[in-house]
Every structure is written in C-alpha cells, then in structure tokens.
C-alpha cells in the first residue's frame, strides 16, 4: 500500500501537469494549432489519469479543487470527466 504523502506528492505532480498551461504546437493539423500542455497531456491519458483519480479521490479531489479558483474550466472538464467514468462504471457506483 502507498503511504498517503506519497499519494498527495504524486496527486500534485499529476496536477501540475494538468495545470500547465505552456502552449504546444500540434504538428498533426495542417493549420498547426497549438493547445496548453496540461491539455495535451489529459486528453493522452485520460483514462489513467481518471482511474488514477478515481483511486484516490480522498487526496485528488481537494487538490483539484484548491486549482478551482483560478482554473475553473479545467477543473470542471475533470471532475466531469470523472463523474462520466463513475456513471459508465457499475462497479464504482454505490447505490
């Protein structure tokens, strides 16, 4: 079992990958657009940052949140983002 500094640590790194806004060009469209790295880096795992998430909501949620105030979009499209795999995922709903 994982300690839960060590779950908050990694929490924190993953938020901040999350959260950083450092713009990437995409070489994949023709028109090159270019999206914030927090971004890229959700919309390539997001399943195993939900699951990862999900696992550990106890510690991920308030450090989520506490990003609410100045990134609330972001924070709204992962929170949603999980509720979607919970709604999906019979196992993870607790009637």
């Not at 790295?37 to 450090?63: C, M, R, W």
């Amino acid at each position: 079992m994982i300690s839960c500094g060590i779950v908050f640590q990694l929490t924190k790194v993953v938020s901040d990958l999350l959260f950083d806004k450092t713009p990437v060009k995409s070489t994949l469209s023709s028109g090159g657009s270019v999206s914030a790295h927090g971004e890229l880096f959700y919309t390539t795992f997001k399943s195993v940052i939900d699951n990862y998430l999900l696992t550990e909501a106890q510690t991920a949620v308030p450090v989520l949140v506490s990003f609410a105030g100045s990134e609330q979009n972001v924070v709204g499209a992962i929170l949603t983002g999980l509720l979607d795999v919970v709604a999906q995922k019979a196992s993870l709903r607790h009637v």
